[in-house]
């Protein structure tokens, strides 16, 4: 005994005051140095125990103490300040800065009852429990404890909040360090953590009740992790002994759980838990007997199984995804909420007492296998839901059923038809049931870019062709001498629906050719080669799309006869198509797939060249083209199975040229034209089976073509030429055609 408390205390009517007992209070003395309304500042020394009384204040500055308690007092534990275990009662006051207390013993390191305390950049360790802020079971007034910057842990538990009792964490970190601990336990306490993590060695938070007086549990989190290592990341648990609350909100915040159970609702606890953008994965698991409201708000998203829980709301964008089949008693759904029925390779039952609000469904089906998502109504539904339901290549074997209802008002509508397999479909009401009704179907984009690549490569072949004219300009500039010429297109297509399918094609190419005068027949014949590649992109709509590019070689004889004017022109051309569709699919998906098929055709052309006076002229001609297109069998990647004969084109066509050589300085030559013929398509039946239902391209019937061009002799041996064509007919219209081409002579 070092004699200090005679300095504060110099009778033992004082010494009442401390210990109820003389001889206990000496004992006190003997393990304590007591602090009686004084103030004490402790800057060195040797570590000792003290006991604070009647206002006193200690204040330890960078020095090392034992344990320490307060009654009625105030201690001060600045930076550099060691202590062991902390009590302080009835009113005291603790302030902790940069200090550091090692527990050792005793119920916690640091123990508050009916006390406050700040505590900032510490670290609390305890065998037991690092925190408790606890009550006075007389007075019912609890403790209060603001912690910043610090660390609180013990091997039970990091920190324990009582009834009357309030914990407010910013940038600290919480945690029991047992294997069976818990972070954080509430016992109808309350506590508010911000920027923080919360760590048990089993569950992160425990809710459960105050033996002595229950008052209702909250909790708050904001930018805050709460995780339970082994168990649940909340467990709120009233062991069925008595009835109240737990009011839980998570702003921005995380849960994790080692059993996967974000929040555990047990022993007949009333739970509400509202969630503030943020995104969880895990269970919300809730015992019979328990009741929980859950409340997604501000674009969060909650992955994972909702099990009894007795109401779910869902607002503001947030999104609710199943993982499981899923049990929920009252669902409201407001402003964007939504429901995700998992992946799109696993399928679900949501069952709802009752739905009401106005929402989103996002549901699927897989026909192979006849599984589909359900929402399954057994109460009454109210409000207006969209339902947003996957797509798929494969054909449904009938009606599907995507929503079930007991009975109410509700309407259910898809923001846009359904694409399954090869067609899309609608929802109607069937009896209290919402269904995919085959007879609101129509052509689905799969089908309809399928239809379309098929269609596409006689148009393609079309194109590339022409005439001679447009092919190699104007050859008795100079009398049909060897050349080699070269030209460039681009071309646009509008095929309507009549034909099988509509679609949008526009095209672009060359050719390069060269010919020689065959050394018969006095030179009026010539021979050439002539090879190049075109692109064509397929356009059809709601961002479906599909692209050929086209590789040909090709030989061609043309005969001319400078006396008499006629003439006459054969081509033959082999193509490889390289197909690739890019279907933009109901749900936002896409699909994709591509083939590889030939193609061979020929052209004959015969006409005359008639000259008039002041250098006009007219060329009556004809021209018929084949064409023979290899058919091929292929898939898309949603498995839509296309099979596609042989495409053919036969088309016959008569018409006349009209212009008139303008001769120049320096021998040039211009020669404006225009042309007028009338073709015909005899080609009608062009199968396609896609899912084996059958379709046929068509694109058989009578057009007008209507063009203009000129040609110029720049020199003898230069000539160039230019060509705008305009087509219309019952199934296609070229609204557009261009044709600028040059050839040189030697």
């Known amino acids: 005994m070092r004699g200090k408390f005679l300095f504060f205390s110099r009778n033992a009517s004082r010494c009442t005051l401390l210990c109820p007992s003389l001889l206990a209070c000496f004992t006190s003395f003997a393990t304590a140095a007591p602090v009686v309304g004084g103030n004490v500042t402790i800057n060195g020394g040797t570590p ?150 919360i760590v048990g060695g089993q569950n992160g938070v425990l809710i459960d009740l105050d033996p002595n007086d229950v008052q209702p549990a909250v909790l708050a989190i904001e930018n805050t992790t709460v995780q339970g290592n082994t168990g649940s990341a909340i467990l709120v648990d009233f062991a069925n002994a008595a009835t109240s609350t737990a009011t839980i909100s998570l702003n921005n915040s995380r849960l994790l759980a080692g059993n996967d159970t974000l929040l555990d609702v047990k022993g007949g606890a009333n739970t509400t838990m509202t969630v503030n953008g943020s995104t969880l994965t895990g269970n919300i698991v809730t015992e019979q007997g328990s009741s929980t409201q859950l409340i997604l708000e501000n674009d969060s998203v909650l992955t994972g199984r909702l099990e009894n829980v007795a109401s779910a709301t869902i607002n503001d964008s947030s999104r609710w995804v199943l993982v499981d089949n899923s049990n929920v008693g009252t669902l409201t759904l407001n402003n964007g909420g939504s429901v995700i029925f998992g992946a799109d390779n696993a399928f679900y039952q949501l069952n709802v007492t009752n739905l009401s609000g106005n929402g989103r469904f996002v549901m699927g089906t897989n026909l192979s296998t006849g599984e589909t998502d359900l929402l399954n109504v057994t109460g009454t539904a109210t409000g207006r839901h969209e339902l947003f339901i996957t797509s798929s290549g494969v054909d449904p074997a009938g009606p599907i059923r995507v929503v079930q209802t007991g009975g109410g008002d509700a309407q259910f509508f898809l923001g846009k038809a359904v694409d399954l397999g090869t067609y899309s479909y609608g929802l109607e009401k069937s009896g209290n049931d919402w269904i995919l009704d085959p007879s609101t179907r129509t052509v689905s984009p799969g089908a309809r870019s399928v239809l379309a690549l098929f269609n596409t490569a006689s148009t393609v072949w079309l194109g590339e062709l022409t005439s001679l004219r447009t092919r190699m300009g104007e050859l008795r500039f100079n009398g049909g001498k060897a050349g080699a010429w070269g030209r460039t297109y681009a071309n646009k297509y509008n095929i309507a629906d009549g034909s099988g399918v509509g679609y949008q094609q526009t095209q672009r190419g060359f050719t390069l050719g060269a010919d020689a005068p065959l050394p018969v027949g006095d030179g009026q014949w010539l021979i050439g080669v002539m090879g190049g590649h075109s692109k064509s992109d397929l356009d059809l ?83 018929w083209s084949a064409v023979v297109i290899q058919g091929k069998d292929f898939s898309l990647d949603n498995d839509l199975q296309a099979e596609g004969d042989r495409t053919r084109s036969f088309i016959g066509k008569v018409g006349a040229t009209a212009g008139r050589n303008i001769p120049l300085e320096q021998g040039r030559v211009i020669q404006p034209y225009l042309r007028a013929a009338w073709a015909h398509e005899f080609a009608k039946s062009n199968e396609v089976q896609v899912n084996n239902n059958v379709f046929n391209n068509d694109l058989s019937g009578s057009r007008v073509e209507l063009g203009t061009g000129v040609a110029v002799a720049m020199t003898k041996k230069l000539h160039i030429h230019a060509d705008f064509d305009y087509s219309s007919g019952r199934n296609f219209e070229q609204p557009f055609g261009v044709n600028l081409g040059v050839r040189y002579e030697w």
């Open 48 to 197: 000792e125990s003290w006991d604070l009384s009647q206002n006193a204040t200690l204040t330890v500055n960078g020095a090392q103490t034992l344990s320490i308690t307060s009654n009625s007092s105030t201690l001060n534990v600045n930076t550099g300040g060691t202590t062991q275990q902390i009590s302080a009662s009835n009113g005291s006051s603790v302030n902790l800065s940069g200090a550091t207390v090692s527990g050792i013993g005793g119920l916690a390191a640091v123990l508050l009852s009916n006390s406050d305390a700040t505590i900032d950049n510490s670290t609390i360790t305890g065998n037991r429990v690092g925190l408790q802020a606890v009550r006075n079971i007389a007075t019912q007034t609890g403790s209060r404890v603001t912690v910043t910057d610090s660390t609180i842990s013990g091997v039970s538990g990091g920190a324990l909040v009582s009834a009357y009792s309030s914990l407010d964490v910013t940038d600290s970190t919480i945690q029991g360090t047992g294997a069976t601990s818990y972070g954080l336990r509430l016992r109808s306490g309350q506590a508010a953590a911000r920027s923080s993590t």
């Open 541 to 623: 709509n709601a961002g479906t799309s599909g692209r050929v590019d086209s590789y040909y070689l090709g030989t061609y004889a043309t005969w001319l006869d400078p006396q008499n004017g006629y003439y006459f022109d054969g081509v033959l051309k082999a193509n490889r198509f390289r197909n690739e569709a890019k279907v933009g699919l109901s749900d936002g998906a896409r699909a994709k797939g591509d083939y590889d098929n030939s193609g061979l055709g020929g052209s004959i052309e015969f006409g005359r060249h008639i000259s008039f006076a002041n250098g006009n002229f007219l060329e009556p001609f004809t021209q």
